[in-house]
């Protein structure tokens, strides 16, 4: 088995840096890879394009997924992966800026296993993100239907 690849799916730089460290910060040392877009994500979920070459058998164990995101918005993005049976199990968590009713709920009506608005303040990130890792990384147990 591979190691646990957890697919951090964020457009703004500061926020993905701020996301990496508290990662870092919390000592999850799964190997993250970055999509800058909603197309660059789908691409790595589906292996086409730049990651044609990645083995589609081996899904991330988590998304972390920003709405706000060029090329595809976030929301089509987990719809995407929710409407194709190799991923509809894949987890997503939605962490995002957002605290908006609307995106809350279009969300959660999207397939999403979980929505975290991000704190302004470091601390509270970091201990957001070292929450996040340990219940989806460590306690959490993954579909018998997903991939890996």
């Not at 508290?22 to 691409?43: S, W």
């Amino acid at each position: 088995m591979s190691e646990q690849i957890i697919l951090l799916v964020e457009d703004n730089p500061s926020d993905e840096e701020l996301t990496l460290m508290a990662l870092r910060k919390a000592n999850i040392a799964n190997e993250v890879v970055v999509a800058r877009d909603g197309a660059e994500a789908l691409d790595y979920v589906f292996a086409k394009g730049l990651f044609s070459g990645r083995n589609p058998a081996e899904a991330p164990q988590v998304v972390l997924l920003d709405l706000n995101l060029p090329k595809i918005g976030g929301l089509e993005v987990l719809r995407r992966i929710r409407a194709d049976a190799r991923t509809k199990l894949l987890p997503v968590v939605i962490l995002t800026s957002s605290s908006e009713d609307k995106d809350l709920i279009g969300g959660y009506e999207s397939g999403a296993n979980s929505y975290i608005v991000k704190p302004v303040d470091f601390t509270q990130f970091s201990e957001a993100v070292r929450q996040l890792g340990l219940y989806w990384l460590v306690l959490n147990h993954r579909s018998p239907g997903t991939t890996r």
